[in-house]
């Protein structure tokens, strides 16, 4: 897929979350170069690496790579490093972890801390709690219009395939 975007310049925004374990293995024991982004580079095009930490930081990163993708219809791979706090699927228990190894991760999850901010900033619960159901409900009607809406026709290939931005 990524090969193709770069060959056909497709305004695409690639997103690797790596939360630093592949199932139960820390991805330094799987992985010669612990760098995602760097496969990027195989098809010369643009990347971005960070850790997640702060959400204004994601929503800029993120940005600058959508940015990237509609003015230029260029594709770009972005690694977002995180933390998986729980383990791999439901039969996973995580004990590959120390608790102390999750509450320290836990102290700089970026929800975390911006609900902290937040509060500093004289935000209260209610006002939190209230912010947290109108993001719910949001999320809700998304999936809700995703389900509902009807599948794509092959009529929809010609027009975004051989017209447009994409055709070279």
């Not at 990524?2 to 991805?27: D, K, Q, R």
């Not at 612990?34 to 993120?62: C, I, N, P, T, W």
Request: glycine share 4%.
């Amino acid at each position: 897929a990524m090969s193709l975007a770069a060959l056909w310049h497709l305004p695409i925004v690639f997103i690797c979350e790596n939360n630093e374990y592949a199932m139960g293995t820390p991805l330094k024991r799987t992985l010669s170069v612990e760098d995602v982004s760097q496969k990027a580079l195989a098809y010369g095009m643009s990347r971005d690496r960070f850790f997640a930490r702060d959400v204004l930081e994601v929503k800029h990163r993120l940005g600058e790579a959508v940015e990237r993708a509609r003015t230029t219809n260029e594709p770009t791979l972005v690694e977002v490093r995180t933390y998986r706090f729980r383990g791999h699927s439901m039969s996973d228990p995580g004990k590959y972890r120390t608790s102390e190894e999750i509450e320290a991760q836990k102290k700089l999850d970026p929800l975390v801390r911006t609900r902290e901010q937040l509060k500093l900033l004289g935000r209260t619960e209610e006002q939190l709690q209230a912010l947290d159901a109108e993001i719910e409900a949001e999320v809700q009607d998304s999936v809700k219009f995703a389900e509902e809406s009807p599948e794509p026709t092959p009529d929809i290939l010609e027009p975004a395939t051989y017209v447009g931005p994409f055709a070279r």
